[in-house]
């Protein structure tokens, strides 16, 4: 697929990108063989992986998030069972595998309930004599909710105000005063404009402190408003573990698109997890080993791998809402449309070739 794109930097230039070849007309692409137009567009330099048994951590982690974002359990508990395991040969993997789920509550389901409840374990399952099966149980518990991508959650419609806003910040790479941006976000969100809340919201979270200036800020508004799902996300979650989510902004963004109109029906929605429940699912997935990482967990991305589906980014996201659509099912062994499920909504598209 030929696209003719507008220069991000200079409205009178235009770039031919060649998405299936991974070949743009771009400056850059000679000189580094590839560029910021190719991954606009949904293209991405594989990293090459050789799938085993034994994948490292970083691959392991993103089984672990790819398995929960597509719903599979099993396969989501037997990477963190495998992750586990480098609790005693790695420093800081049991924080860092705790902290994913932390995010995944958020990056992956619009259960706010759930959300709470894992904030509320969140320390707990740092325990260095923690059971693994209580964190198999929270695990579960994020999955058993609908994930973004099924009409049940609301979520296609937040995944897609993201992609719109993520791609008009790639037209506004101008320098951004902080206080001007967060006004901006604010009547965005008096408009109702997810797209454009969250543009400023991704905007402002790209500058040093912006999190929690635009956390205080959001805090204001729906104090006002009485919003009190943002309430939620920002009081029970973000203001309590906020430094140690690092620069990951899922509980703000959710809280902005909540802000303007959002909505969920699963948004209370608080599933048990038994003990038993959690037990044979662990002593199944102990039962699986040795067991070769899939091709679709890895990403080329966050670890070393060649499959983008399933990646974490606004559009690679929408395409998934789409996968779902066509399939009325998520199955990454299903035959993926590219030129179908993935949308060049947002981009400045002149013509194709």
Same mark, same amino acid.
């Given at each position: 697929?030929k696209?003719?794109m507008?220069?991000?930097?200079?409205l009178?230039?235009?770039y031919v990108?060649?998405?299936?070849e991974g070949?743009?007309?771009?400056?850059?692409?000679?000189?580094?063989?590839?560029?910021?137009?190719?991954?606009a567009?949904?293209?991405?330099?594989p990293r090459?992986?050789n799938?085993?048994?034994?994948?490292?951590?970083?691959?392991?982690l993103?089984?672990?998030?790819?398995s929960i974002?597509?719903?599979?359990? +099993?396969?989501?508990?037997y990477?963190?069972?495998? %992750?586990?395991?480098?609790?005693?040969r790695?420093?800081?993997?049991q924080?860092?595998?705790v902290r994913?789920l932390?995010?995944g509550?958020?990056?992956?389901?619009?259960?706010v309930?759930?959300?709470?409840?894992?904030?509320?374990?969140?320390?707990p399952?740092?325990a260095?004599?923690? +059971?693994l099966?209580?964190?198999?149980?929270?695990?579960?518990?994020i %999955?058993?909710?609908?994930n973004w991508?099924?009409?049940?959650?609301?979520?296609p419609?937040?995944?897609y105000a993201?992609?719109?806003a993520s791609?008009?910040m790639?037209?506004?790479?101008?320098?951004i +005063?902080v206080?001007?941006a967060?006004?901006?976000?604010?009547?965005?969100i008096?408009?109702?404009?997810?797209?454009?809340?969250l543009?400023?919201a991704?905007?402002?979270?790209?500058?040093?402190?912006?999190?929690?200036l635009?956390?205080?800020?959001?805090l204001?508004?729906a104090?006002?408003?009485?919003?009190q799902?943002a309430?939620r996300?920002l009081?029970n979650?973000?203001?309590?573990?906020?430094a140690?989510?690092?620069?990951d902004?899922?509980?703000?963004t959710?809280a902005?698109?909540?802000l303007?109109g959002?909505?969920?029906?699963?948004v209370d929605?608080?599933?048990?997890v038994?003990?038993?429940?959690?037990t044979?699912?662990?002593?199944?997935?102990r039962?699986?080993?040795?067991h070769v990482?899939?091709?679709? %967990?890895?990403?080329?991305?966050?670890?070393?791998?060649?499959?983008?589906?399933?990646?974490?980014?606004w559009d690679?996201?929408?395409?998934v809402?789409? +996968?779902?659509e066509?399939?009325?099912?998520?199955d990454p062994?299903?035959?993926w449309?590219?030129?179908s499920?993935?949308?060049m909504?947002?981009?400045?598209?002149l013509?194709?070739?």
């Amino acid at each position: 697929m030929k696209y003719v794109m507008q220069s991000f930097s200079r409205l009178d230039q235009r770039y031919v990108v060649d998405k299936a070849e991974g070949h743009c007309s771009c400056p850059a692409f000679p000189r580094e063989g590839w560029c910021k137009h190719l991954e606009a567009v949904g293209a991405y330099r594989p990293r090459k992986v050789n799938l085993t048994s034994r994948p490292s951590f970083s691959q392991a982690l993103s089984g672990l998030v790819k398995s929960i974002r597509v719903r599979n359990i +099993q396969e989501a508990v037997y990477w963190l069972g495998y %992750c586990w395991g480098f609790r005693e040969r790695i420093n800081g993997t049991q924080f860092r595998t705790v902290r994913r789920l932390l995010i995944g509550a958020a990056e992956d389901g619009h259960s706010v309930s759930v959300m709470e409840q894992m904030a509320e374990v969140f320390q707990p399952l740092l325990a260095k004599d923690v +059971q693994l099966e209580k964190v198999v149980a929270e695990l579960v518990r994020i %999955c058993k909710v609908p994930n973004w991508w099924h009409p049940a959650s609301g979520g296609p419609d937040y995944i897609y105000a993201g992609m719109i806003a993520s791609r008009e910040m790639l037209y506004h790479r101008e320098a951004i +005063q902080v206080q001007e941006a967060l006004g901006q976000m604010e009547r965005a969100i008096d408009a109702g404009d997810s797209a454009k809340a969250l543009r400023w919201a991704m905007l402002v979270g790209n500058v040093e402190s912006g999190l929690s200036l635009m956390a205080t800020r959001l805090l204001g508004i729906a104090t006002v408003r009485n919003h009190q799902v943002a309430l939620r996300l920002l009081r029970n979650i973000y203001l309590r573990h906020g430094a140690k989510l690092g620069g990951d902004n899922n509980f703000i963004t959710q809280a902005v698109w909540w802000l303007c109109g959002g909505d969920s029906p699963v948004v209370d929605e608080l599933p048990s997890v038994s003990d038993e429940e959690a037990t044979g699912l662990l002593d199944a997935a102990r039962s699986m080993y040795p067991h070769v990482i899939p091709g679709w %967990c890895c990403d080329g991305i966050h670890c070393a791998g060649t499959d983008v589906r399933y990646a974490g980014m606004w559009d690679r996201m929408y395409a998934v809402c789409r +996968q779902f659509e066509y399939y009325q099912r998520l199955d990454p062994n299903d035959e993926w449309l590219e030129a179908s499920f993935y949308s060049m909504d947002g981009h400045l598209l002149l013509r194709r070739p």
